[in-house]
């Protein structure tokens, strides 16, 4: 079965940069899907943050970490990474990596493979 473990979450100040790591195991191929990272903050609902459309390579990000954050995808490591720049305290919450059929508006609905998620932490 489809397992997403993620790592790499902790605690840093403002202005840190991290890389977030998600390990992805049970698929052999990516054919349509969409892989993505999510993240919720303490008393807030789920949000898209970044995704990557496996047909075309084409990414999609939510608004408030354009520019700052990045998501790849190694494909033969089944290795899916976020990398952040300019953290922010806003960007504190749990972050989640996830395996979808469709990228665009980064809806949680379009997701059904979740990771347990990591902890980053902004102060």
């Known amino acids: 079965h489809v397992q997403l473990v993620e790592s790499g979450g902790e605690s840093v100040q403002e202005g840190a940069s991290l890389k977030l790591s998600c390990a992805v195991s049970?698929?052999?191929?990516?054919?349509?899907?969409?892989m993505a990272w999510f993240r919720q903050a303490e008393g807030k609902e789920r949000e898209g943050v970044a995704g990557?459309?496996?047909?075309?390579?084409?990414?999609f990000y939510g608004a408030s970490v354009k520019g700052r954050f990045t998501i790849r995808h190694d494909v033969a490591k089944h290795m899916l990474y976020l990398e952040m720049n300019g953290l922010k305290f806003d960007d504190t919450a749990m972050y989640y990596c996830?395996?979808?059929?469709?990228?665009?508006?980064?809806?949680?609905?379009?997701?059904?493979?979740w990771g347990q998620g990591t902890q980053v932490t902004v102060s």
């Open positions: 990557i459309a496996e047909r075309d390579g084409s990414t």
């Open positions: 996830a395996i979808g059929y469709e990228c665009p508006g980064l809806d949680r609905d379009n997701f059904g493979y």
């Open positions: 049970g698929l052999t191929t990516y054919p349509e899907n969409c």
